[in-house]
């Protein structure tokens, strides 16, 4: 059995969580917040800045993800997870001008292989009016035929140039999240 197919029928779906601490990294919240997510393949148009507010785009990329299921990453701001995405999808929030920690971090164990980097974190100084876009990478690549793990599982968050952005986007899936009760 390869290990691509065994990390298929073994994939974990309980809660990533390390005790009751939150995920490491500035920006992320509480380890029991959960979302369901749910994507639409028509795009969302760009919202207006409102309210002296900045806009930041938060894009799950998963090209580089050769595994199933897909994770679905959460994403934080100062401590509060915003929404959530899936499988090559994107969606926005509205911030205040000022310093921000972001965080991006796999809701759920995808792959059985550890260790796995399952949380990423930057941060940025908005400023009203203005939009940031960034991208979270999953990736777990694997050496076909053999189906050998060529690098530890992780997420990259990094901030993403508004042109590159918006081609992802033409091509990804607007992400609809919500908190599971």
């Given at each position: 059995?390869?290990?691509?197919?065994?990390?298929?029928?073994?994939?974990?779906?309980?809660?990533?969580?390390?005790?009751?601490?939150?995920p490491a990294?500035?920006?992320?919240?509480?380890?029991?917040?959960?979302?369901?997510v749910?994507?639409?393949?028509?795009?969302?148009?760009?919202?207006?800045?409102?309210?002296?507010?900045?806009?930041?785009?938060?894009?799950?990329?998963?090209?580089?993800?050769?595994?199933?299921?897909?994770?679905?990453?959460?994403f934080?701001?100062?401590?509060?997870?915003?929404?959530?995405?899936h499988?090559?999808?994107?969606?926005?929030?509205?911030?205040?001008?000022?310093?921000?920690?972001?965080?991006?971090?796999?809701?759920?164990?995808?792959?059985?292989?550890?260790p796995?980097?399952?949380?990423?974190?930057?941060?940025?100084?908005?400023?009203?009016?203005?939009?940031?876009?960034?991208?979270?990478?999953?990736?777990?690549?694997?050496?076909?035929?053999?189906?050998?793990?060529?690098?530890?599982?992780?997420?990259?968050?990094?901030?993403?140039?508004?042109?590159?952005?918006?081609v992802?986007?033409?091509?990804?899936?607007?992400?609809?999240?919500?908190?599971?009760?």
């Amino acid at each position: 059995m390869t290990a691509t197919l065994l990390a298929v029928l073994l994939a974990v779906s309980a809660p990533y969580t390390a005790g009751a601490r939150a995920p490491a990294g500035p920006g992320c919240g509480p380890p029991s917040v959960k979302f369901d997510v749910k994507t639409e393949k028509k795009p969302k148009t760009a919202p207006v800045s409102r309210s002296g507010k900045a806009i930041v785009f938060f894009l799950q990329d998963d090209l580089k993800f050769g595994s199933r299921p897909r994770p679905t990453t959460r994403f934080g701001i100062d401590g509060t997870w915003v929404g959530a995405t899936h499988a090559n999808s994107y969606f926005f929030a509205l911030v205040d001008p000022g310093e921000h920690h972001v965080c991006a971090n796999w809701q759920s164990r995808v792959i059985l292989f550890s260790p796995t980097r399952s949380t990423a974190a930057t941060h940025f100084k908005a400023v009203a009016g203005k939009v940031y876009y960034f991208r979270a990478r999953d990736i777990a690549i694997f050496d076909h035929p053999g189906g050998a793990l060529l690098y530890e599982p992780e997420v990259r968050l990094s901030a993403l140039d508004a042109d590159e952005a918006r081609v992802l986007m033409g091509s990804f899936s607007y992400s609809l999240s919500h908190p599971k009760k």
